[in-house]
Each structure stands twice: as structure tokens, then as C-alpha cells.
């Protein structure tokens, strides 16, 4: 059979060639050739290629001085390739271990064979193929529907069919040049065959800020390239289903991508004229098959003036989101958020607070409210809750994306904050949002992380949306400012009095406060107290957001052992949806993971054990034993984040992998604290110096009376 030409052109994708070169190398198909382009990429990228090229004699790699864009590099490669087919791959993308013979074993003789794209944010997705159950389907009078994608990856082609139609990437454009390259390929072929089991991984880059793919590029070029792209087919086409195929896919990209961007920028202007153009070149049957709405754009762009259409289009805007708004409760509130609640009066004395999404009234931003409180402030106060709860001064309480949370976040000045809000809120000038965060940081964080294995893979970007939006941060250490700093992009003000969470820790660290809260929280006084407190795990989920805790602890082996000395208080992590049933161990094991407010679970506690939660950070200060249950390191560190620091050197416990090592540990605890005496005060002097017992007060004097 055939040598295939795999042409693959490269453009700073230092991160996945790797992964993408050897998925060619182990193709069960293996009468290939690899044309790798260089298209003008940073050194870095540069000298991994040139040390991958030395991988097999089957790679030739071809450097451009310059960037000139994929469609060029793809020319270069079909220009210098010998195979009897094309094949192009991308850089960042891989291919399953059988879609190359797959693909020539079906061609047969047509010029022209199309498998399936399927999308992943996964390095290593797996593509599961039953033996004997692929099938063929063939299309024809629809075979443009094959091209919903825009793209003409994974599709074999036989290179004699490109060089007899002249076939080329478009050179003019960034985005789009595909369609140049494929919309006349399918031209000229009455059918295509397809076959869905030959897989090509297409990965949804999860960093559009910092490295974003062609697919993450900024709309106005996505619509620039897009108009011109369309142009270009239509002046070689002169084929009625061909033209009925690109008008529509116009109409629809005005519909979706357009007329978006209108609304987000108005900046109609620049593309008035072309759309123009373009509008008076298209079938007028299609465009009336759209909406009143569109077809009225579609008419002010042929026949009107630009202002016309832009009165037509504020209109249009208008209904459309009033049109969305009516879809559920919650995008109804942010409708009237945004052209309601926003266009009132901002209360300058209003202050919002939320803790972990609303789930508590805790952490930072619980201690920020009640210095306020006690200094009796002339502040009005909103708390931004699941479920009504019962906090000190009676503030005002809202149910988290209620009506009222909005009308709330609109009016007040303040915002304070331990995690993110909702991405769809507009901050209005002289909205004051602080932001406190939650806890210094070993795993690593937002633009730190390479592989996101949790539920949601616009974290980045979303992530990247929100934090624009904060004036202030609250930082708990040196360490954490310069980690923050580059993990969440943040360049402006940094507070660096420690955490208010933490002022406790030092106001209240006494033999009677903590006898005064261990009977609140109704637990004996003759027993010493555990705390176990780990953290989620980002692969272990429901749903997004939701996260499931299996508990690795033997608690019958513990009771055994431990029960007449000890109780442990067991607190999963915010995030974790599941209770666990703890029933059988009355009076050993209490579950705490629905109390608010861990700091006072840290003055009742002798010992921790944590695993890679930020709780040890701040359970250091009391300068008691702490344990780490790390039964899941090697997976945690090295698969699911990362970490920012040896944890094997610098914490101040010991690392333990089974039940019975940490029933030991607690056997011998003031053994094992002695042991680790140094690192602790190491430790202390790198995370703790910062907090002394005011934080709040440094914080509120910051925000609230510099902001007067
Ligand atoms: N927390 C808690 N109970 C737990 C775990 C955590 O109450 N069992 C609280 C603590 O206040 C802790 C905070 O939630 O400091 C953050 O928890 P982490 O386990 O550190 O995890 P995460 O929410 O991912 O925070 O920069 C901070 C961290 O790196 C990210």
C-alpha cells in the first residue's frame, strides 16, 4: 500500500509535540512520512522539534524563517511531499494507534476519505475500537455536512487529486485557511466516504489566555478572516449546491459569531462596508428562511445606511437577550440585573459579603465583617447565603442567585470575597471588590495547573475574566504574593497583613476560650481531640462543582486503638457534595464538614491530620503536631496539579500511607513533634510571620477608610 504524507505544521506547541509525533510513530500503518513545518516558532519550541526529529528517518522537518501561518506551512509540506497520500495533523492534536490504516484501507478509489474528529482536553485520551464493527457510510448530495467542523483535518487525500485541482490553503487568512483547501476538494468529488471509527483527538487547549490556539483567537480577527474567506469561495464557485452550502454556513456565522461581537463592542464600524459587500452577494431565498429579526439586518445592510442598521441592530440586540432571559429564572434576574438594577443608584455604605460560593459564613471574609461589626462601622451589610444562617448583627441575608442577591451585588460598593463570583456581573465605576482568597497554596493554581482533570475546562479563561475584576488581594505570606502574582495574573494591590481567618488563632488561643467552644460545639473535655480535614481531588466528581470524598481512613482499626484517649472530628472539603456516614462511630468520629468556620475546629483540636489542603498553613500557627495522610501523593502530585514545594522536605510531619503508620504516629505524637521541631519553625518563618492577631483590622483600614 501507499506512502502517506503526514504533514503536521508547528507554531509554538512546545508542550504537546511530543505526544503528537509519537502518536504517528506508533500507527499501526507504517509506510508514512512526516513533514513537520516549522511555521516561525519561539526558540523553545524550535529546539524540542529539532531534538524530536532525531526520533526516526521518517521525519524531515523544514524551518520558516518567519511566521507565515498554518495555510502557508501546509502548502510547504504538500509541496515537498512524496507520498501517494496527504494526511494533515496538528501539533497540539494526536491520533489512536489505528486511524491511518483504517483510513487507507477504505479509500479504495476514491480521492477522498474523512474520519472522525472528536474533541479532548485529555493528553491521553483512549479511542476504544470494536474489531470487525467499522462501516463505511457514503455521502453525497449531503457530504458538505461533513465539514460542519470548518476543517480539513483528519482526512486522507490522495495527492495526485491535489495537485491535478490545484488545491491550497488559503494563505491570506489565519483562520479559515482550511475551508480554502477543503470546500473545493469536496467540490470535486461526488462522494465522500466516512468512517466515524477512525478517531482524531482534537484538543481544546485549556490556556486562551496566556497560549491560545487559532480556535482562541480574538472574534474581530475570527470575523475578519471569516468574511474574506467566504468571498474567496464564492468568486470560484459556480456550483448552485456549493453556493447554497457556503451562503448558508455565512448566515449562520452572521447569526452566531457577528452579531455576538456587535453586542459585546459595538464596533460595527469596521466591518459595515464588507458586510455590505458580502450581504449583496448572498442567496436573498436563504436569508429569508431566518428570522424577521435577521432579515431585517440583512435588508438596512443592502439597501440602508450604517446608521440605520445600527438603530436596527440595538433593537435586535435587545430582543434577543430578552429572548434568552426568558428562558429560566436565573438568566431572567441577570436580565434585569443588567438593565435594571445596574442603571439605580450604587449604595456607597453597602457591603456584600460571600464565603466558599455562599456555602458558610466563614474564613476571611466572616472575620472582615464582624471587625467591622464590633467597631460598630456605619456600614449596611448583605450576606450572600444557601440557606438562611445565624450570623451576629442580623445583616441583610440573600439566597445565592436569587433576585435579590443581584439587586444586592448591583447596589452595593463593596464586594468582599473568598473565591470567585459569577462571570456575567458587570462592575460599575467605583465598585470596590476585595478579594481574600482561601488558603496559601501547595497544589498548584490556575495558570499554574498544565492539564485541567476537573469538571470544567474554560477554568482558565473564565477564571482569567473574573479576577480582572478584583482592586484588592488579600495575601497570607510572602510565598503566597508570588505565587498569586503569576498564578492568577493579578498586577495590582496586594495586602500583606496575613489573614483574617487567622487573627483568632491568636486572640483565642487560651485554656478557657477554647473550654468555652469545645461546649458550644458539645464535645467532652476529658478527651483529646483529632482533626482530620483533607482535601478534593479533581478527578473525583458527580458534576461540576460537585465532588465526591471517599474516606481511606480505617476508623474501625482507629476506634481499636484510639477511642479511649481520643475523638476525631471529621471535616471534608467545601467542595465535596457527599456525607459520609460516620453513624457506627458514636462518640469517636463526629462529622463537622457542615460547620462553618474550621478556624474554631483548629482551637479545639491537639492534632491535625490534613493531606495537600492549604489547612496546615494555617493550623501552624497554633505550633501543634500535625500528620499528613498521603495514601494518594505519586497520583496527586505528579497526574492531577502539581505541587509548588517539596512536600517530603518542608512540611512539619510526617508523610503517611496506611491507617496503622498514622495510629503510630498519634501513639508516639509528642515523639514525632519533637522530631520535627526544626522544620516546624522553618516552616513557621516562611508561612506564619505575617499574622500577629490584625489582619482584619489592617485590611478594613485599607478598604474601608482609604476608600472614604
Ligand atoms: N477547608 C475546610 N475543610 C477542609 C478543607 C479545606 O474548611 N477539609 C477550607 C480551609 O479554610 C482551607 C480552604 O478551605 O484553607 C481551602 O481548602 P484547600 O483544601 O486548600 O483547597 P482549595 O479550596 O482547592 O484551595 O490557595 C488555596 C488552595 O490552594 C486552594
Known amino acids: 500500500k501507499g506512502l502517506i504524507s503526514v504533514i503536521v505544521p508547528v507554531y509554538n506547541s512546545e508542550d504537546y509535540l511530543e505526544k503528537c509525533i509519537e502518536s504517528i510513530l506508533h500507527q499501526t500503518y507504517q509506510n508514512v512520512e512526516i513533514l513537520i513545518v516549522n511555521d516561525g516558532s519561539a526558540q523553545k519550541c524550535t529546539d524540542k522539534l529539532n531534538q524530536l526529529a532525531h526520533l526516526n528517518d521518517s521525519i524531515k522537518v523544514y524551518h520558516l524563517s518567519k511566521s507565515k501561518g498554518a495555510g502557508f506551512a501546509r502548502n510547504h509540506g504538500i509541496t515537498n511531499a512524496n507520498g501517494e497520500f496527504v494526511y494533515f495533523l496538528d501539533s497540539d492534536d494526536y491520533l489512536p494507534e489505528k486511524t491511518l490504516e483504517m483510513l487507507i484501507n477504505n479509500i479504495q478509489d476514491y480521492c477522498i476519505i474523512r474520519g472522525k474528529i472528536k474533541k479532548t482536553t485529555f493528553a491521553n485520551s483512549l479511542a476504544v475500537i470494536l474489531e470487525g464493527l467499522s462501516k463505511l457510510s457514503h455521502y453525497t448530495d449531503n457530504k458538505y455536512n461533513l465539514l460542519n467542523n470548518k476543517s480539513a483535518l483528519?482526512?486522507?487525500?490522495?495527492r495526485d487529486f491535489i495537485l491535478k485541482e490545484q488545491l491550497k490553503f488559503s494563505e491570506q487568512v489565519n483562520l479559515y485557511s482550511d475551508l480554502g483547501f477543503i470546500v473545493p476538494a469536496f467540490n470535486k468529488c461526488e462522494v465522500v466516504p466516512y468512517l466515524k471509527e477512525a478517531i482524531y483527538f482534537k484538543?481544546?487547549?485549556?490556556?486562551?489566555?496566556?497560549?491560545?490556539?487559532?480556535?482562541?483567537?480574538?472574534?474581530?480577527y475570527k470575523i475578519k478572516d471569516y468574511?474574506?474567506?467566504?468571498?474567496k469561495l464564492k468568486d470560484s464557485s459556480n456550483d448552485e449546491a456549493l453556493n447554497t452550502y457556503i451562503d448558508k454556513q455565512f448566515l449562520n456565522f452572521y447569526r452566531k459569531n457577528i452579531v455576538t461581537y456587535f453586542k459585546e463592542y459595538r464596533s460595527i464600524d469596521n466591518f459595515y462596508n464588507s458586510l455590505h459587500k458580502t450581504f449583496i452577494r448572498l442567496n436573498h431565498d436563504l436569508v429569508n428562511e431566518h428570522s424577521t429579526v435577521l432579515k431585517r439586518e440583512a435588508n438596512a445592510l443592502i439597501n440602508g445606511t450604517i446608521k440605520q442598521y445600527k438603530r436596527i441592530n440595538v433593537q435586535h440586540q435587545f430582543l434577543r437577550e430578552l429572548k434568552s432571559a426568558v428562558k429560566t429564572k436565573k438568566k431572567f434576574y441577570t436580565f434585569l440585573y443588567r438593565k435594571v438594577f445596574m442603571k439605580t443608584k450604587m449604595k456607597k455604605d453597602f457591603v456584600f459579603f460571600e464565603s466558599f460560593l455562599g456555602k458558610a459564613y466563614?474564613?476571611?471574609?466572616k472575620y472582615i465583617y464582624e471587625y467591622m461589626l464590633h467597631n460598630k462601622m456605619r456600614y449596611k451589610y448583605v450576606w450572600s447565603v444557601l440557606e438562611k444562617k445565624d450570623i451576629p448583627g442580623d445583616p441583610i441575608q440573600v439566597k445565592r442567585f436569587s433576585l435579590r442577591y443581584f439587586y444586592y451585588l448591583a447596589k452595593s460598593k463593596y464586594w468582599v470575597s473568598n473565591s470567585r463570583l459569577p462571570k456575567y456581573l458587570n462592575k460599575r465605576d467605583g465598585n470596590i471588590y476585595l478579594q481574600t482568597w482561601h488558603g496559601t497554596p501547595l497544589k498548584t493554581l490556575v495558570f499554574d495547573i498544565k492539564d485541567i482533570y476537573s469538571a470544567d475546562p474554560n477554568y482558565k479563561s473564565n477564571f482569567y475574566i473574573q479576577s480582572r475584576r478584583w482592586d484588592y488581594l488579600n495575601s497570607p505570606n510572602r510565598y503566597s504574593s508570588k505565587i498569586f502574582r503569576s498564578a492568577f495574573k493579578y498586577d495590582k494591590q496586594m495586602l500583606e497583613y496575613g489573614y483574617a481567618r487567622n487573627d483568632i488563632l491568636y486572640q483565642r488561643n487560651s485554656y478557657d476560650a477554647i473550654k468555652e467552644i469545645k461546649e458550644r460545639l458539645g464535645l467532652p473535655i476529658n478527651k483529646k481531640v483529632i482533626l482530620y480535614a483533607p482535601t478534593w481531588r479533581d478527578d473525583e466528581f458527580f458534576s461540576r462543582g460537585n465532588y465526591k470524598f471517599t474516606l481511606k481512613l480505617e476508623l474501625d482499626k482507629m476506634q481499636a486503638k484510639l477511642a479511649s484517649d481520643y475523638i476525631i472530628l471529621l471535616r471534608t472539603h467545601y467542595h465535596i457534595a457527599n456525607q459520609l456516614d460516620v453513624s457506627e462511630y458514636k462518640d469517636f468520629v463526629i462529622d463537622f464538614s457542615l460547620y462553618d468556620d474550621?478556624?474554631?475546629l483548629?482551637?479545639?483540636s491537639d492534632i491535625l491530620i490534613t493531606d495537600y489542603s492549604s489547612v496546615f498553613f494555617d493550623y501552624a500557627h497554633l505550633k501543634r503536631p500535625i500528620l499528613f495522610y498521603t495514601y494518594d501523593i505519586e497520583k496527586y502530585r505528579d497526574q492531577l496539579r502539581g505541587f509548588y514545594f517539596d512536600m517530603e522536605e518542608e512540611v512539619p510531619g510526617p508523610l503517611l500511607l496506611t491507617t496503622d503508620e498514622v495510629i503510630n504516629a498519634i501513639n508516639q505524637i509528642k515523639q514525632v513533634h519533637a522530631n520535627y521541631q526544626d522544620k516546624y519553625e522553618a516552616f513557621y518563618n516562611k508561612y506564619?510571620?505575617?499574622?500577629?492577631?490584625?489582619?482584619?483590622e489592617n485590611t478594613v483600614k485599607t478598604i474601608f477608610v482609604d476608600n472614604e
Open 154 to 158: 483528519n482526512t486522507l487525500i490522495r
Open 203 to 220: 484538543r481544546k487547549r485549556n490556556d486562551p489566555i496566556s497560549n491560545p490556539s487559532l480556535n482562541q483567537s480574538d472574534d474581530y
Open 227 to 231: 468574511i474574506h474567506i467566504y468571498n
Open 362 to 365: 466563614s474564613d476571611n471574609p
Open 598 to 600: 474550621i478556624a474554631e
Open 602 to 604: 483548629y482551637l479545639v
Open 688 to 696: 506564619c510571620v505575617w499574622d500577629n492577631g490584625n489582619a482584619a
